[in-house]
C-alpha cells in the first residue's frame, strides 16, 4: 500500500466530508481526507478515509474506494488495521482473521448507526 496521501473536496453526498466528530469512537482527519491504496496486482485505488476507530485495544481504518469520478456506487468498504509511525505516517495492514475481521466490521456498523442516528435526529 502507498502512504500517498492527497486533499480531497467535500461533497455533501460524500460521507468521507463529514467533519462532525460524531462519537462511537472515530476520528476524522481534516487534512487527509483520500489515501492511495497499491492493490496486489500494482492497480491503485483511490480511497476516502471514513474513519479510524479502535476495537479491543487496536486501530482500524474505515476506507470508501472511489471510481476515477471520486464516487462510489456500491457501497463497499475496506477495512485494515491503522498504526502510524513515530513520524504521523500511516501503516495499513491486513486484517488476519475472521473474528478480528468481524469484530472490526461490527463496530464500523455501529459507528455507521450512531452517525446516521445523529443525523436523522439533527434533521
Given at each position: 500500500?502507498?502512504?500517498?496521501?492527497?486533499?480531497?473536496?467535500?461533497s455533501?453526498?460524500?460521507?468521507?466530508?463529514?467533519?462532525?466528530?460524531?462519537?462511537?469512537?472515530?476520528?476524522?482527519?481534516?487534512?487527509h481526507?483520500?489515501?492511495?491504496?497499491?492493490?496486489?496486482?500494482?492497480?491503485?485505488?483511490?480511497?476516502a478515509?471514513?474513519?479510524?476507530?479502535?476495537?479491543?485495544?487496536?486501530?482500524?481504518i474505515a476506507?470508501?474506494?472511489?471510481?476515477?469520478?471520486?464516487?462510489?456506487?456500491?457501497?463497499?468498504?475496506?477495512?485494515?488495521?491503522?498504526?502510524q509511525?513515530?513520524?504521523?505516517?500511516?501503516?495499513?495492514?491486513?486484517?488476519?482473521?475472521?473474528?478480528?475481521?468481524?469484530?472490526?466490521?461490527?463496530?464500523?456498523?455501529?459507528?455507521?448507526?450512531?452517525?446516521?442516528?445523529?443525523?436523522?435526529?439533527?434533521?
Open positions: 500500500m502507498s502512504d500517498n496521501f492527497s486533499n480531497m473536496g467535500c455533501p453526498q460524500d460521507c468521507a466530508s463529514c467533519s462532525s466528530n460524531c462519537g462511537g469512537g472515530c476520528k476524522v482527519d481534516d487534512e481526507r483520500t489515501i492511495t491504496l497499491t492493490m496486489e496486482d500494482n492497480t491503485e485505488v483511490e480511497c478515509i471514513l474513519t479510524v476507530f479502535p476495537v479491543n485495544k487496536k486501530e482500524y476506507l470508501l474506494p472511489l471510481d476515477e469520478n471520486g464516487q462510489n456506487e456500491n457501497g463497499e468498504v475496506y477495512l485494515y488495521t491503522f498504526k509511525t513515530e513520524d504521523g505516517e500511516p501503516v495499513l495492514s491486513n486484517i488476519e482473521s475472521d473474528e478480528e475481521y468481524n469484530d472490526a466490521a461490527v463496530a464500523f456498523d455501529t459507528i455507521v448507526q450512531h452517525a446516521q442516528a445523529v443525523s436523522e435526529k439533527d434533521q
